[in-house]
DNA sequence: TTGTAGGCGTTATCAT
DNA sequence: ATGATAACGCCTACAA
């Protein structure tokens, strides 16, 4: 190894005092003599001395950390919820660590029990399956979980997301009643929420007594292969009037191959993506989406956690409500020129509908929407 | 605080041993006799006790773990530099902590030193320019450090990335000698490496005796914008042959206001984005593109940060080459046909005479231009 | 205002 | 094959 690093030990030699003394120039800074003071900032300042926090994880065994694992660092969904995450943690100084898990879930498993070993105060999850072990882990090592995105069955601990599979059911139950006939589903890069987004379609065309056509690839999202899926539909389905989709990126490949292939959006073909991007936006005509309040999920897992955390402080058991923390959220509709006016007003009425149902929890942002062009 | 998590001691305990023998059971199975061994999986497994890594951070000064801050996660261009890092990283058994900073030097300051309190073994910058107490703290504390994406004219330490100066001042140039009259530049998000592209294409125009014309915006790059860009840029020199775009948002963004424009492209525009994403292949006509070899760079930078682990253990002063370890790597061009075919293979010709120019350096990854779909 | 002692969970080292 | 001890750097608690 190279030399050792700088301490506060080698601080405290320059000054001529003891470490505690730095040590209570960082932490309380009041409590130093001014003079004391300025002399140490200077070696610290020279040096570029910065403390090092393990030594308080362990004897704390509190990090000020919270860990994150989402399923990838290039689907776009997950730049904002890590946006609301850091925002959020920010201001109550917390630190929050980030892995992935290439939405795999032994990947997860391992990322899980690599941020355990850093002893984090807290975790958030972005799937909504786990490995048995993983939920041992989380609760042997004592460590409050926020889930979010989706809304399992059963949360490890606590959840705040919507329901993915209802979300689908009722936009396509919706354009049924609006009259299209055959709407397909196109869903690539096979996660847990494009299958519930799959299911939530196949229930809607059943209960209309149609066939649901589903049109997917396991390869990674690119609005390329959307383009291609679109064209093998035509092929097999040469009547659909409505495509809805896993995600934008999708949308967006499927309108340009209607485009090319000279359909009409939204005359002869509606379609509605999923998570209502800012690359909707830029199409012509604009994308009607699905949007999930990713920021906002992302600030609510946190706030879960920092509930939890104060809440453990105090040991007295009164106040403490044991409230079920399974937080469902809404959505609401973007742009769309991809569908009829009639339709889109039909889907935002609809949306609306179920934001009315849900119960509003103290704990959510004001701005639920934040981070989404409505259009 | 609620109840204390699962230790080594705890193990031990049920097991009816020592928490060395719980320790060896994890550093060095095969020391442990294997009836031992088993009893304490079974512990372990039902307990699901993670170990902590902070101790061994603090004992051994080693976390194992190497920093990196990019200044955003929004921006896929750093998607792939994370992937890059990660799976090098990986491979050796090696953490990554990845922080980002807004693109705020301020901000990449307090993350570098929130990532130096965990006592990472090194760490990886995407910009190109620091603090000054950035710059102390990391020799204080004696951190390797490798910069990557950019070029910085004096490293901290290591660098391995590109001239992205060079980079628009060379396309600027082929697009000019190819006969286009008045290229103009669209940048966003000014950032430094949008700030060195534009002194690039300066340089070029200035060189051609023209006069450069620059749009920009200070907000955060998307599609929409770019097209509103476009559009004023149209007013004040409507007499614009070429577009080139700090990135590939941007170019696809004016492609599509072109296109709305009924402007023929590559005609009457040209235009080049900047980055090579797979965003540029999904447009008709797909977008040519300044593609950087972003996963690569990311591996490269890990590999400059373990050659140097390695060189520090053996403390023979005989091999050390002390090598300048500053690497410049090529770009290429991809997509091809926003501009016309002599202009691409222009492009590609001096793309190619550059990457001949540069030295191989034995720490660069077999296949430079992974993850980027050349088309 | 400053100093001293002890401990956090793990591992290196040296026994046994 | 297993155990005992010390040490890592900082902070809490107490003392001066």
Redesign the pocket.
């Known amino acids: 190894m190279g030399k050792?690093?700088v301490?506060?030990?080698d601080i405290?030699n320059k000054v001529?005092?003891?470490?505690?003394?730095?040590?209570?120039y960082?932490?309380a800074p009041?409590?130093?003599?001014k003079?004391?003071?300025d002399k140490i900032r200077q070696t610290v300042d020279f040096l570029g001395?910065v403390?090092?926090?393990?030594?308080?994880m362990?004897?704390?065994?509190s990090s000020k950390a919270i860990g994150a694992v989402i399923p990838s660092f290039s689907n776009m969904v997950f730049a904002d919820v890590i946006r609301g995450i850091e925002e959020e943690a920010q201001t109550h100084d917390y630190t929050v660590l980030i892995m992935h898990s290439g939405y795999n879930m032994e990947a997860e498993e391992r990322q899980i029990a690599e941020l355990l070993s850093y002893q984090i105060d807290g975790i958030i999850l972005t799937e909504p399956q786990h490995t048995d072990l993983t939920r041992r882990r989380l609760n042997a090592m004592n460590v409050p979980c926020a889930e979010t995105m989706s809304l399992p069955a059963q949360p490890i601990d606590m959840a705040a997301g919507l329901d993915h599979r209802e979300a689908m059911y009722r936009c396509t139950k919706t354009l049924l009643e609006q009259g299209r006939r055959q709407p397909i589903y196109i869903g690539v890069r096979m996660d847990i929420r494009t299958w519930q987004r799959q299911e939530g379609y196949e229930q809607a065309m059943r209960e209309y007594g149609l066939t649901p056509f589903i049109m997917d690839s396991c390869e990674r999202s690119t609005f390329t292969m959307a383009g291609s899926l679109m064209r093998e539909a035509l092929k097999s389905c040469p009547k659909l009037d409505a495509v809805l989709c896993t995600n934008d990126d999708v949308a967006v490949g499927t309108l340009l191959a209607c485009q090319a292939l000279k359909l009409r959006v939204p005359e002869d073909t509606a379609i509605l993506g999923y998570n209502g991007l800012n690359i909707g936006s830029a199409t012509v005509p604009q994308l009607c989406s699905i949007a999930t309040p990713r920021v906002a999920m992302g600030r609510m897992a946190v706030r879960l956690l920092l509930e939890r955390f104060n809440a453990q402080e105090p040991a007295d058991a009164s106040a403490a409500a044991p409230q079920p923390r399974r937080i469902k959220l809404p959505y609401c509709i973007t742009g769309g020129q991809t569908v009829t006016a009639a339709e889109l007003a039909a889907l935002r009425a609809d949306a609306d509908l179920l934001r009315h149902e849900l119960t509003p929890d103290p704990l959510l942002p004001e701005q639920l929407f934040e981070g989404i062009e409505l259009l």
């Open positions: 050792p690093r301490t506060m030990q405290a001529g005092i003891t470490k505690m003394t730095v040590s209570r960082f932490n009041h409590n130093v003599a003079a004391t003071g001395f403390p090092s926090r393990v030594p308080a362990l004897a704390q065994s």
